[in-house]
């Protein structure tokens, strides 16, 4: 009889993500998926980060309609969360810029390296939950 890998067995990353639908939970959810998207790693002799955001720019189309898509699930967490449908709006507006930008061909990456869109909702999102839910808040040392 074959057992199924426990998440921890799979990898320690996937381990450690929270899966609940509390506030906490959320918070470090979307914190994670706006490193990846936006600061992987940083470019060489610059002080500015690059993520998989600016990396799938440089597929036309599909690179920037899989960006835009994981930007809506960012926006999806913060209706869980009990946000204003004029939150949400403004959280579709970056993703629709980002996603507009990033249409064009190869050129798109430039402005997506600058306009930022998962960074700006991430933090409308951390607004949202540092008024309503401040016990999520994290103290950065």
Not at 36 to 47: A, C, D, R, Y
Not at 67 to 77: D, K, P
Not at 117 to 130: F, G, V
């Amino acid at each position: 009889m074959t057992t199924r890998p426990r998440t921890m067995d799979i990898h320690p990353i996937l381990s450690s993500l929270p899966i609940g639908r509390d506030a906490a939970s959320v918070r470090l959810r979307l914190e994670a998926m706006e490193r990846v998207m936006e600061g992987l790693f940083t470019i060489p002799g610059t002080s500015r980060k690059v993520g998989l955001d600016v990396l799938l720019d440089l597929v036309p189309v599909v690179g920037t309609t899989i960006a835009a898509l994981v930007g809506s699930w960012l926006v999806w967490e913060a209706r869980n969360l009990g946000m204003s449908k004029l939150q949400m709006a403004r959280m579709f507006g970056n993703v629709g810029v980002d996603w507009a930008l990033g249409m064009i061909p190869f050129v798109g990456a430039v402005p997506d390296f600058f306009f930022r869109s998962n960074t700006r909702n991430l933090r409308i999102i951390r607004r949202h939950l540092d008024r309503h839910h401040p016990a999520t808040a994290t103290i950065l040392g």
